[in-house]
């Protein structure tokens, strides 16, 4: 008997079910003039149609869009160009995100400018960061009239969606609770900012239609700009974007990489040249092109992945990943001239932008096989595709990074923390006896270990301001590892020593000498055999913080020196420089410092 209610209740349970995907459906389904609202992710609709992002190919777009970067959705002109696109949330853990609105040029216009307003200043080239500090996943809930309703039935997740004509773009917090559209946001719409590449055989507007009759030759270089004046290095370049009516013609892999980049290096001397593509202007993790003029034509200029700066880890990419087109160099007159084309967007590689700005890391050789530079620095230059009007000048628009002033700031402080102060405070401690006046020595010492201190703080809260700038990831290198464990080391060392046990008072027969003993550190003239023996002893306490202060104070010195070098010589790098001054370096604190080596051991032994 009790099957009738179980089927009753199944029953029951269907239709219930059904009703709720019917007004699911019905809360859905949208007519051509409806005014609609949809809030989610912005994704550009190149990387939905990829299935994965060109940022990281590892992620599926509609499973992980909120991992998308800014740089990835506004800087790479594939991306924007394509459109932009709203993501729906799952309904349910599992589901994938859904497409529920596609734009017109005048609201991808309008979702660009909210979402760089929006972008923490550095995660892109128009990120402000004037009302927000997004690096990826930017929501937003977008208003507009409905255009056209989509292909319910089609598996592509582009075509179901409906397009609209958007009117408004709202915070994702604000929601799509109160919303509205009227004829006239939808005819006052701002026309478009973006400089729109339209791709083939879509319909092009007749008032920013280009012209078709070529007038400039996009298969030659279009731009040139001076990497180095001494020793002489230029790079010649061209863009060509599939769309853009350029008269270069691609290939179907070109077109699939969204365009390519043809490049020649030239470098008045004899020797290897590197070009080679990088987040944050190091060359660590970046990855060059390398022209050996002494290998054979297959292996003369390949791709190379760049761990670090030690040269066995640098290593050629796989064959399959050697995508290099129409590859040369030669060396005629004293001349090396490199040549190559490269795809603008490959796999697990870094993209890069045909119209805006490209960070490059560039070494010169003295020699034809790969070895220690002669030349190197770090260039930020300005790409534009080639069109038939050609392109603007292209400059180096700044070497060293957009926060080169930072980095020289910082320089000059932990120059002067570690390269004065430091070991001014040492030879203070060390050449006590030779400095007059009773506790003189001590006074210099605490002063300099306080400036040193103080110089420490602000210089390495330039270089976290510089890195949270750029969105360069924070003590990823040697160099930044070490400066972190300097500034946390210096502060419980000047901390500690302000907290010292300090000596054991003198006992009141003490005070009949010439010699007093207080309790202080503000010591002490050579004492004689008799002072010595009526000294009081140190307590233990005293004598391990002794031995720990000052061994902490030589490996900080160690690392300060350390540090001082590999920045000289970054900094160097990042500007172009070709002397890093580190002979300077050393030249000055091997002198003071060995000067007071054999005083030390002067007055220890003789």
């Known amino acids: 008997m009790s099957s009738a209610p179980n089927c009753v209740t199944s029953v029951l349970a269907a239709t219930v079910a059904c009703l709720a995907f019917a007004g699911s459906a019905l809360a859905q389904s949208v007519s051509e003039g409806d005014c609609i609202c949809r809030e989610g992710i912005i994704m550009d609709q190149f990387c939905i149609e990829r299935g994965t992002l060109l940022d990281n190919s590892r992620v599926r777009t509609l499973e992980g869009p909120d991992q998308h970067s800014m740089h990835c959705l506004l800087d790479v002109s594939l991306c924007v160009n394509s459109g932009f696109a709203v993501l729906a949330d799952p309904e349910q853990d599992g589901d994938e995100y859904t497409v529920a609105a596609k734009f017109d040029d005048a609201g991808n216009a309008l979702v660009f400018d909210f979402a760089a307003e929006r972008g923490r200043r550095g995660s892109c080239n128009d990120c402000t960061g004037e009302l927000g500090e997004i690096t990826q996943g930017i929501r937003a809930a977008v208003v507009g009239v409905v255009e056209s309703v989509g292909d319910p039935s089609s598996s592509d997740p582009l075509a179901r969606a409906p397009s609209i004509g958007v009117t408004n773009v709202m915070e994702s917090s604000d929601g799509c609770v109160s919303f509205s559209c009227s004829v006239d946001a939808v005819n006052l719409a701002p026309e478009p900012t973006l400089d729109t590449v339209t791709t083939p055989g879509a319909p092009t507007a007749s008032p920013t239609a280009r012209p078709t009759s070529s007038t400039v030759d996009c298969n030659e270089f279009q731009s040139s700009v001076v990497l180095s004046d001494s020793p002489r290095v230029t790079l010649d370049f061209v863009v060509n974007v599939p769309g853009s009516e350029s008269n270069y013609e691609f ?253 054991p008072k003198a006992s009141s027969k003490d005070l009949s000498g010439t010699t007093q003993h207080n309790g202080s550190d503000e010591e002490e003239a050579k004492p004689s055999d008799e002072e010595e023996t009526s000294k009081p002893q140190k307590t233990t306490v005293r004598l391990a913080w002794e031995v720990g202060h000052r061994l902490a104070g030589l490996s900080l010195l160690g690392l300060g020196l350390y540090n001082g070098y590999s920045g000289l010589k970054l900094y160097a790098m990042r500007t172009g420089n070709t002397s890093d001054y580190t002979n300077v370096w050393w030249g000055w604190l091997g002198t003071i410092l060995g000067l007071a080596l054999v005083y030390s051991m002067y007055d220890r032994f003789l």
């Open 251 to 503: 290939s179907s892999a070109e077109e699939a990489a969204g365009g390519v980049l043809t490049a020649q290096i030239t470098y008045e001397g004899e020797g290897y040249v590197s070009l080679a593509s990088s987040l944050d202007g190091l060359m660590p993790k970046s990855e060059a092109v390398i022209c050996l003029p002494d290998e054979d034509e297959t292996n003369a200029v390949m791709k190379y992945f760049m761990a670090d700066r030690n040269q066995a880890l640098i290593t050629p990419y796989d064959a399959t990943q050697q995508t290099l087109l129409n590859t040369e160099v030669t060396q005629e007159g004293g001349v090396t001239t490199c040549r190559y084309t490269k795809l603008l967007n490959e796999d697990e590689e870094i993209a890069i932008n045909a119209n805006g700005s490209n960070t490059f890391v560039w070494a010169i050789g003295g020699v034809n096989t790969l070895s220690y530079h002669r030349g190197r620095g770090s260039v930020s230059i300005p790409f534009e595709q080639c069109t038939p009007q050609g392109v603007s000048e292209a400059m180096v628009v700044n070497q060293g990074g957009a926060y080169a002033s930072y980095w020289k700031a910082h320089g000059i402080l932990m120059g002067l923390a570690w390269g004065f102060f430091a070991p001014v405070a040492i030879v203070a401690a060390v050449c006590r006896r030779l400095i007059p006046g009773e506790g003189v020595w001590f006074q210099v010492h605490r002063a300099m270990n306080t400036l040193c201190c103080l110089f420490t703080i602000a210089g390495f809260s330039l270089a976290v301001v510089a890195y949270n700038g750029t969105g360069i990831p924070h003590f990823s290198g040697t160099h930044q590892a070490v400066g972190l464990s300097i500034f946390v080391v210096v502060i419980i060392q000047v901390v500690g020593g302000a907290l010292r046990p300090h000596l």
